[in-house]
């Protein structure tokens, strides 16, 4: 009896913890959407920076990484 009782405890707790993780998910997945419809949010892959727009697609690879593929013996 003890045993069924700390169960029932023990899932309920994870019960209403998950609901409170839902609720928050929801809040920020609304606050993410806010903030792309204001244009606030930057969906570029590189920062832009010094002043240099990046175009679409273009990413300029920092210096240590412009041959990693040879490094590590990728085609």
Do not use: D, K, W
């Not at 930057?42 to 273009?58: D, F, H, I, R, V």
């Amino acid at each position: 009896m003890e045993q069924e009782l700390i169960l029932g405890v023990l899932i309920g707790i994870l019960v209403l913890v998950s609901a409170f993780q839902a609720f928050q998910l929801a809040e920020l997945n609304g606050r993410v959407q806010a903030m792309g419809a204001a244009g606030l949010l930057s969906t570029s892959l590189a920062p832009a920076s010094g002043g240099q727009a990046q175009a679409a697609g273009q990413v300029q690879l920092p210096s240590g990484l412009a041959n990693a593929p040879e490094m590590v013996g990728g085609c």
